[in-house]
């Protein structure tokens, strides 16, 4: 009896107990935090202390109860709903990236960067089937074009250019298949400038002619006298032979003398039906004068297809004949010298062009009324600031 007696008292101290413990639970509510993990919009209640809430997808977490500053968190996959709050609120919203993140108190950043597919150049290319002086041409007006396109331009690696210049190795191609892609020729003639090569359709293309006009890559004149530096093998000895000829005609008085170099072509354009003419000694007589008469100590070094006339009708106390070295290197010794006097044709054009210094030529070329003529315009041939004779 006793013992049933005590078991009684307990139980009823127990339930007491019990009912204090909930009412304890009732009024602790008051200052609980509310933690929603639910997938739909967050119920936030007002808050008097710094409320933060920041969205992290996807991420489930318990928080303990807090008894001052509240912290609401919203794991939805839609947008926070905002309740007014007495003090500062921040909101930080993750919810443009799908990503497991835990809490923080620091605010991340995702940045995607988006992947793009390259594409492939357009390429621009000419055959080479001429000699040095048209292949010369050929390739500047390739790069002129390129630039002014914005295509890539090619050549192989064979070509004779690639030979006598230290060419870039990106314009550079062991085979070119031409096959497939779009032919653009001359309109006018190989002297005359034609735009139609200034709005290139976006194809890979290989343009055919003799492209013979500073118009078409002048305006990249710095690029291309870059491109075109004689190779060692060339330079070397064209420099060897201008500083013999200068000690030659003024043994040891070699300052502030004036080179004048000269191509007299003449060899298959002595007779023919087509337009061509070759210079007299008249001109060069003219040309040489006028040199001598501006410069007090001046070299006059001579290349040419002929040497033999040029030696009959030419020969003076301060000229020199270039007799043994190759076409490559004859080019380099002109395009060395201050000046440089011309007759006809591209070899001689591109030793004027190259030098950079004044330049003569003939003003007679080509025949009046000739097939040639019609297909050339000197005011896109010859530079404005070239001489006439």
Known sequence: MVRTRNVRNATHHLTHFTTNARHFTTNASHTTGIISHRTT??????????????????????????????????????????????????????????????????????TSHPTTK????????????????????????????????????????KALVNKCFVIPSSILQAKIDTSKMKGQGESHGCCIFDAKYTKLEKKDTRIGGYMQSFKYFHHVQNEIRKHLTFRENINTPAKTFISQARKEVHKN??????????????????????????????YFDRAMDYFRKKYKKVVFIICSDDVSWCQRHLAGENVRFSTKNSAEVDLAILSSCDHVIISVGSFGWWAAYLAGGEAVYYKDWPKPNSPLAKLTKHDDYFLPQWKPM
């Open 41 to 110: 919009k967050a119920t936030r209640p007002n808050v008097s202390h710094t409320t933060t809430i920041t969205s992290h997808p996807m991420t489930k977490v318990t928080r303990p109860n807090v008894s001052r500053t509240t912290t609401i968190t919203s794991h939805s996959t839609t947008k926070p709903t905002r309740l007014n709050v007495s003090h500062t609120t921040t909101v930080k919203n993750h919810s443009t990236t799908k990503t497991t993140r835990p809490n923080a108190s620091q605010t991340a950043t995702i």
């Open 118 to 157: 390259a594409t492939r150049p357009i390429i621009i290319t000419t055959s080479f089937g001429a000699r040095l002086g048209n292949q010369l041409f050929m390739y500047a007006s390739l790069i002129g074009i390129s630039r002014t396109n914005g295509m890539s331009p090619r050549i192989e690696s």
């Open 253 to 282: 008085h070699t300052e502030n003398v004036t080179t004048v170099g000269i191509h007299v072509r003449r060899g298959d354009m002595v007779s023919n039906s087509f337009g061509y003419t070759v210079a007299d000694k008249g």
